[in-house]
């Protein structure tokens, strides 16, 4: 579902990415987005909030939570 919000909302993983902090205060790489999008990564419930502000989209929040 990720991939799909990024389509409609028309943002890269690159772009993404640039939005979101590591534990550094740095933006996050494309790579670790490109992980997450392709569900080959996990992630945290903190950065998965920051992912769905960074898309202003609730439905990321759901995503993973199911997943559980």
Do not use: F, H, W
Not at 36 to 62: H, N, Q
């Amino acid at each position: 579902r990720i991939k799909e919000i990024l389509k409609e909302k028309g943002l890269t993983g690159v772009e993404l990415a640039k939005r979101i902090k590591n534990a550094k205060g740095e933006p996050v790489t494309p790579q670790y987005i490109n992980g997450i999008v392709s569900e080959r990564g996990s992630v945290s419930l903190d950065k998965l909030k920051e992912l769905a502000d960074a898309c202003r989209e609730e439905g990321l929040k759901t995503v993973y939570r199911s997943k559980r």
